[in-house]
């Protein structure tokens, strides 16, 4: 071989052994997401942290093996709360909130697989953290439950005695419940407002594929879920909340929600569009005026200052799907991972979901918004 063509294949190899050795760029992880927790059997949804700490989950029935639908995590397991006698009486459990009071509450939707719910079975059972027994059980009244509903995530507040409840319905309207604690009455809010519902030209994309239900012969289906993430602000007077297919964050005054007197025009007059903050299926608020959302399409946590700007806290490979929202009093908010989207109804059958699932953390350096 000629000496300048052999010295040219020479060169030409050694660059294309260096290109190929060098390491290829990878997505910059944002902030410092801590696992806390891996679970190994059902995927969980909620998570809530109580003003002492102590840290409680819960799984739903979708299909898993749900041995319990509500746990605490104590000494480096999951073991069923407040007993396993206790969780025979939970038909299948969304959320699970700490009121800031002393007591777990336990929203149990009644509607094992999305079905319709049992008759009379809706309803929010409350934990009395100190004795861990039962103390009280609200059955949402019928007025307020639909064929449809589905009983997503709850906020309370204890200086006007309301729970603030999200219906997410996969194929009716959408709505805020407003509970009455005391008398154990109930309104349906918002039913069917554009606020509580499937944004029509939303397509989610996660992990760079749409997301659809996928059957098993080859057909599919739009996501829709409707309004699903709440928060409470600090001083009680405004209720933020979103649909699951939907970007964009809402808010309302919650004693209009609150009064009969107000006519749904009326309240629908007083919505606020806050505008787009990712696809979010938690929502939370902290003490100084921030509502925290997950991003489940960019494996995110974000945050929304007092000033109304978003910043990312969170973003790494790891939070797929980003579910409940909790702030616990250690300045930390904690959240679950379960990779919903992995499930099986949306991949034609074939349940791509990875064990473990994670429950994390961030550091907010912020309190919870308080409930009296």
């Known amino acids: 071989m000629n000496p300048l063509r052999l010295a040219a294949a020479v060169a030409l190899a050694f660059s294309l052994h260096v290109h190929a050795a060098e390491p290829v760029p990878q997505q ?13 059997g059902a995927m969980p949804t909620g998570v809530s942290v109580s ?5 409680f989950v819960n799984f739903p029935q979708w299909g898993d093996e749900v041995p319990f639908g509500v746990g605490e995590i104590r000494d480096g397991r999951v073991v069923a709360y407040p007993s396993a006698e206790a969780n025979r009486d939970f038909l299948s459990v969304q959320s699970v909130v700490a009121d800031g009071q002393g007591k777990l509450w336990v929203l149990d939707t009644a509607a094992p697989g999305f079905a319709a719910p049992k ?19 609200v059955v949402f009244p019928s007025n307020v439950i639909l064929p449809t509903t589905y009983v997503n995530d709850v906020r309370f507040d204890f200086r006007t005695g309301t729970a603030y409840v999200t219906d997410s319905s996969l194929s ?3 709505a805020i419940i407003v509970l009455d604690l005391a008398s154990g009455k109930a309104l349906r809010r918002l039913s069917g407002h554009a606020s509580t519902s499937p944004d029509p030209a939303f397509v989610p994309v996660v992990e760079g594929e749409s997301m659809q239900v996928r059957n098993a012969d080859g057909s599919t289906q739009p996501f829709t879920v409707a309004s699903d993430g709440i928060a409470l602000s600090a001083d009680g007077k405004t209720l933020y909340y979103s649909a699951l297919s939907s970007r ?22 007083a919505v606020k569009d806050l505008g787009e903050k990712g696809a979010s299926d938690g929502l939370e608020a902290d003490a100084d005026g921030a509502v925290y959302a997950s991003d489940y399409e960019h494996n995110s946590i974000r945050k929304r200052a007092p000033d109304g700007s978003w910043s990312t806290l969170a973003s790494d490979g790891r ?9 616990g009093p250690d300045g930390y908010l904690y959240f679950t991972a379960n990779q919903l989207h992995r499930q099986a109804g949306f ?26």
């Open 51 to 55: 003003e002492t700490g102590r840290i």
């Open 28 to 40: 910059r992880p944002i902030g410092h997401a801590e696992r806390v927790f891996a679970f190994t």
């Open 319 to 327: 939070l797929l799907w980003p579910d409940t929202l909790s702030i």
């Open 119 to 137: 008759p009379g079975g809706p309803k929010l059972v409350a934990v009395d953290l100190k004795t861990n027994q039962v103390a009280r059980t």
């Open 248 to 269: 964009h964050l809402y808010a309302v005054p919650t004693a209009l929600l609150r009064d009969p007197a107000v006519s749904e025009a009326q309240l629908a007059a």
């Open 347 to 372: 991949h034609g059958g074939r349940d791509l979901r990875e064990k473990t699932y994670g429950l994390f953390r961030v550091k907010i350096d912020a309190r919870p918004a308080p409930t009296r």
């Open 172 to 174: 009716g309207p959408g």
